[in-house]
């Protein structure tokens, strides 16, 4: 009886390390920290599917998290409502009709509503919504907290669509279609798809914790020249020389961070896409190996999510709006036209103008936010992009990544030093802003 009895304990085990609910006896069942991160990737796999820009990706990811942080500001006082914090963010009222209904569940689920709503093909989150129910069904969750936790759910994401639904992005499909500018110094489309220009008017998408997209300014870049004794051509040469013999770590270190939902191969009959996440994606995984290694509480994890996925929304909206005020050359472009025709970077360059670098911007802000909830000095192994052939890598800081991040997009071939130093500067003031904001009591 007794090996018995040890077998159903570790078959329980078992489905509760899959499911994400652990069922305490004589205490209701909770849904844990890790689900977060298990709906933040399984939103990943469907932008995969979808070919999901880095931006726009970003943009799904905060309302999602939104939508889950609400329902917990709702339930627990600790943590205060995003009205009057974020840009036009409504007042949302709890519905004292919803009763018997389980937080945590009702948070996870009021992401999946969103999100379902939101990605082209967030239909297909539905299974994995289902799996999630049956399996806290199995660990003892009561029918009636189920219907009533989805009920909660849905209502809040209904208010969090409506908000995600007046910040102008439903407004671009109006813009005309971007042109390339036809002129020296100025960003074209790269082989090997010659792929059109991404988000061109994606400043004009309301920020959340930003009083505009200018609001940290980036210095210019250095003035595009042929000049060889010129500013800019000595950062074109540093690319090229980079870029000739490139040492076999800044190879890993630049396929570790590509991030590049673009990434094409071309085997001379056909061109086909590469399973890549977005950085977003990766620094949201990231967010969720900390929050399992500190032991966060599912609430506080929440906070730290969402704290995080505003920040990429924002630090996208700026650097993008730097991006096509801009509107630099890439290397690659450069470098074929005025040095060597032969020239290909490690990486393939994204369909964009250069200045300043996204991974910069968005590295450093996650970074920033990330320390301010678990200090300078917090080690990690990244294994995020395990699961798409990369080993792991492991950090000492938040920081020492976003600056590996960034410097990998120079090993990668497809960003001036310039762009990746000011990027660091400008992700960093958004990081900040967005932590006094979010997260003073």
Request: with cysteine.
């Amino acid at each position: 009886m007794r090996k018995i009895n040890r077998s159903i304990y570790l078959i329980m085990l078992l489905m509760i390390e899959f499911s994400g609910c652990i069922s305490h006896p004589k205490q209701p069942p909770a849904v844990t920290t890790q689900v977060i991160g298990q709906v933040i990737t399984q939103m990943t796999e469907v932008m995969i599917h979808d070919i999901t820009n880095p931006p726009l990706a970003a943009r799904f990811f905060s309302y999602a998290c939104l939508a889950g942080y609400e329902v917990v500001a709702q339930n627990n006082p600790a943590f205060k409502s995003m009205h009057g914090v974020l840009t036009d963010y409504p007042n949302l009222k709890k519905q004292d009709s919803i009763q018997q209904y389980d937080v945590s569940l009702s948070a996870v689920l009021a992401m999946l509503q969103t999100a379902q709503k939101m990605q082209p093909s967030g239909k297909l989150l539905a299974a994995y919504e289902q799996q999630l129910l049956d399996s806290c069904r199995q660990l003892g969750y009561d029918d009636a907290v189920i219907s009533n936790s989805k009920r909660y759910a849905i209502a809040v994401s209904k208010k969090i669509l409506a908000y995600a639904k007046s910040d102008r992005y439903n407004m671009i499909s109006n813009y005309p279609r971007y042109t390339p500018i036809d002129r020296e110094g100025c960003w074209y489309p790269t082989p090997p798809a010659f792929l059109p220009a991404v988000e061109p008017y994606f400043n004009t998408v309301r920020t959340l914790a930003l009083d505009s997209c200018t609001q940290f300014p980036a210095p210019p870049p250095v003035a595009f020249s042929t000049g060889k004794k010129t500013a800019f051509y000595k950062l074109l040469l540093a690319n090229y020389t980079e870029g000739k013999q490139v040492p076999e770590e800044h190879r890993i270190i630049a396929a570790f961070w590509d991030c590049n939902p673009f990434a094409i191969q071309d085997d001379g009959h056909l061109i086909l896409s590469r399973k890549k996440i977005s950085p977003g994606a990766h620094w949201l995984g990231i967010t969720g190996i900390a929050c399992e290694k500190a032991g966060k509480h599912f609430d506080d994890a929440m906070q730290i999510y969402t704290s995080v996925a505003v920040g990429l929304l924002d630090a996208f909206i700026c650097c993008w709006d730097e991006k096509y005020r801009s509107n630099r050359i890439r290397p690659e472009t450069a470098i074929r036209k005025y040095i060597d025709p032969q020239w290909v970077p490690v990486l393939q360059t994204p369909p964009f103008p250069e200045y300043l670098s996204g991974h910069s911007v968005i590295s450093a802000c996650s970074a920033t936010i990330l320390t301010h909830f678990f200090g300078n000095n917090f080690s990690y192994t990244d294994s995020v992009e395990v699961a798409y052939g990369l080993p792991p890598r492991s950090f000492t800081s938040f920081q020492q990544a976003a600056q590996e991040a960034a410097i990998s997009r120079f090993y990668g071939g497809i960003h001036f030093m310039d762009a990746i130093d000011n990027g660091l500067v400008v992700g960093g003031k958004v990081g900040k802003l967005v932590i006094q904001k979010l997260n003073s009591k």
